[in-house]
């Protein structure tokens, strides 16, 4: 039986976390609870309201992990409390300063940001987590440099073309002619937090996200080494700190809500968003409408003459890499399996509804292997071997030989006319 422990991300990352697993579950299951939160904050950073809320769960998530660690239920993985010991000996004057934040965001009130900065102008993308800023006006020292207090507190995307109106009409071309430079807005968060630290009252205004991913940085890299070095697994390091002054978090250009214009302009049908939130937006939109179309063209190209549903089945009992002389082909012989119900119950729903008929059991054996093919084997295709690859598909010929065998036998037995 899966547990809850087998829906984790983590396991995928690498072996040390597939390890884990096994080890320490509850261990794994919490931190990606604290990574899932801290990945939260770069999707809601650029609303406001929305980054408030994320970012005092993700206090609380930091806490409950750390108290969590020390006394609480995940205490006696003496490994994991050494860790956690160690960070705040190292650090403790940040530990304090997140426990501070986490008290005050649960028993007086959320802790909201003091104050903002907003910068804005022309950028030029230099990587995928890194953008330099060109030309611009807003906050780029200590000083406010211009009169931004009626944007400072909105939505990105609500002021973006208003702001950026300047801009795009005296410094950039209709064309976007010189690649890689397109308008954009930045953003961070500040806010004034009291604590005390060494019987001494401390007051320090901090970048929310800077802070957010600090903490986060050295929970997860320290639980990790700690973890390598009591079991033996390879090290992975998952790095969160950019340490970069525009990154793709803070910083949302055209091409974040444009991306079809400048795949267009700048001739490059590859182009992706640069910005986190709106990359995983559509990332999420193409696997969307990959879906669609999938489910779409299943339905459209359901067979409804038995005698060419049977054929087609043959066709694919037996079957290996060469069997395809095209993605095509290839593309056709798993659409055409993984929607194998709907051409079985449209040419024999007789045989499917009969209360004791094995074609069901086939049929349903047949889309679990197609199932794990298409997440085990079709996904990670490149990195297979051939040989691997070879001996799944025979396995899914052969349930495919039964259903035909079956299906033929079913005909014999009730006379069917095909």
């Avoid at 939260?40 to 650029?46: F, N």
């Avoid at 901090?206 to 890299?221: G, H, M, P, R």
């Avoid at 119950?345 to 054996?365: C, P, Y």
Wanted: charged share 25%; net charge negative.
């Amino acid at each position: 039986m899966k547990s809850f422990v087998d829906s984790l991300e983590l396991k995928s990352f690498s072996p040390l976390y597939q390890s884990m697993a096994e080890v320490a579950p509850q261990v794994l299951i919490n931190l990606e609870i604290l990574l899932d939160n801290f990945f939260d904050l770069g999707l809601k950073y650029h609303s406001p309201k929305n980054f408030v809320t994320v970012f005092n769960n993700f206090e609380r998530s930091v806490y409950f992990f750390i108290e969590s660690s020390k006394k609480g239920q995940l205490s006696h993985y003496s490994w994991l409390k050494n860790a956690i010991n160690k960070i705040i000996s190292e650090f403790p004057e940040i530990v304090t300063m997140h426990k501070e934040i986490r008290r005050k965001s649960t028993h007086i009130s959320l802790l909201v940001p003091d104050d903002a900065s907003i910068i804005f102008g022309l950028y030029r993308i230099k990587n995928n987590q890194e953008c330099i800023l060109k030309l611009g006006l807003g906050d780029v020292g200590e000083k406010r440099k211009t009169d931004l207090t009626q944007y400072l507190y909105s939505d990105t995307e609500k002021i973006f073309n208003e702001i950026l109106f300047f801009h795009e009409t005296f410094f950039i071309d209709n064309e976007h002619s010189s690649l890689g430079e397109c308008l954009g807005v930045s953003r961070n968060w500040f806010a004034d937090i009291e604590y005390k630290f060494n019987k001494n009252k401390r007051k320090k205004r901090i970048n929310l996200y800077e802070e957010a991913t600090k903490i986060c940085q050295l929970l997860v890299s320290e639980v990790s080494i700690a973890f390598t070095q009591n079991f033996d697994a390879p090290y992975s390091q998952i790095n969160l700190n950019s340490g970069l002054e525009f990154n793709f978090v803070n910083t949302v250009l055209e091409i974040d809500l444009y991306p079809e214009l400048f795949k267009k302009q700048w001739e490059n049908p590859e182009l992706k968003p640069f910005n986190y939130k709106y990359l995983k937006n559509y990332e999420l939109r193409n696997s969307l409408e990959s879906r669609n179309n999938f489910y779409v063209n299943a339905y459209n190209n359901i067979i409804k003459n038995p005698t060419e549903y049977l054929d087609k089945l043959e066709n694919y009992i037996k079957v290996n890499v060469d069997t395809f002389e095209n993605q095509l082909e290839y593309n056709l012989f798993l659409e055409f399996l993984y929607f194998n119900h709907l051409n079985l119950k449209a040419n024999f729903l007789n045989a499917l509804t009969k209360s004791n008929s094995v074609i069901f059991g086939i049929a349903a054996r047949l889309r679990k292997a197609i199932e794990s093919y298409i997440l085990n084997i079709d996904s990670n295709f490149q990195d297979i071997p051939p040989s691997k690859i070879n001996s799944e598909l025979s396995a899914i010929g052969a349930i495919v030989g039964e259903l035909h065998k079956a299906l033929v036998k079913y005909n014999d037995e009730n006379y069917v006319n095909i």
